[in-house]
């Protein structure tokens, strides 16, 4: 069991359609991520999040639209997906400020793109 | 953050020692040492982390050179459970700035 929960853990979507993924943390975490992964590959930052405010983009296509509504949830929005998307999408939080502070990652939600 | 280097693949026989290398000649004095590890279909899930000194925790034992460019993470008593692809990281702080994976050891223990 993880302390960071994403649903849902499988998505299957068509290239038109609008789909959410979401991530909740409740360890009072301030800092929160989200990892793009493909088959066989290393995760890939796509996008931070501090103190609830967007911190980092790793130039990610605005087809994926992230929003920290407040600081336990984090939201992908995804919106006219293309099948190179397909991928497992894994959400991340950290304690903010001070030093060292480890990533803690939830199970990933799995998005096939048809 | 610095580039790290990590063997590919790694075997060890179930119930032995696991030591998993990792190079960061490039390291500057403020980076950390992270490991992760990611078992598959699963998230990447913590394992230890250092600065200069050796650390050790329930999950493994952390090395790092006295000059601090290589590091080697030592699960004990390695068993099936431990089969899976670990990353070693250097970043500075703690990962709040998003951490930058390489490919990682993949580790398959033995029965």
């Known amino acids: 069991d993880t302390e960071v929960t994403q649903t849902p853990k499988h998505l299957v979507m068509g290239m038109t359609n609008k789909k959410s993924l979401k991530c909740e943390q409740h360890?009072?975490?301030?800092?929160m991520y989200w990892y793009k992964q493909k088959a066989k590959k290393p995760p890939e930052l796509m996008f931070v999040y501090s103190y609830e405010k967007l911190s980092i983009n790793e130039s990610v296509p605005s087809r994926f639209s992230p929003e920290c509504p407040n600081s336990s949830l984090l939201n992908l929005h995804l919106h006219a997906l293309q099948p190179e998307d397909s991928a497992l999408y894994l959400c991340?939080?950290?304690?903010?400020?001070?030093?060292?502070?480890?990533?803690?990652f939830g199970d990933g939600t799995r998005l096939s793109i048809l | 953050d610095a580039k790290t280097t990590q063997p590919p693949s790694m075997d060890c026989a179930e119930g032995r020692a696991a030591n998993l290398p990792c190079n960061h000649s490039?390291?500057?004095?403020?980076?950390?040492v992270y490991w992760y590890r990611q078992i598959h279909s699963q998230g990447p899930q913590y394992i230890i982390h250092g600065l200069k000194n050796n650390e050790t925790n329930e999950m493994a034992s952390l090395i790092i050179t006295e000059d601090r460019k290589s590091s080697t993470l030592i699960l004990p008593h390695a068993t099936l459970r431990d089969t899976a692809v670990y990353y070693c990281i250097v970043i500075t702080g703690g990962g709040a700035d998003g951490l930058t994976f390489g490919k990682g050891t993949h580790l398959i223990i033995q029965p």
């Open positions: 360890m009072g975490h301030r800092a």
């Open positions: 991340a939080s950290s304690q903010r400020g001070a030093g060292n502070q480890p990533q803690h």
């Open positions: 490039t390291i500057s004095g403020n980076e950390y």
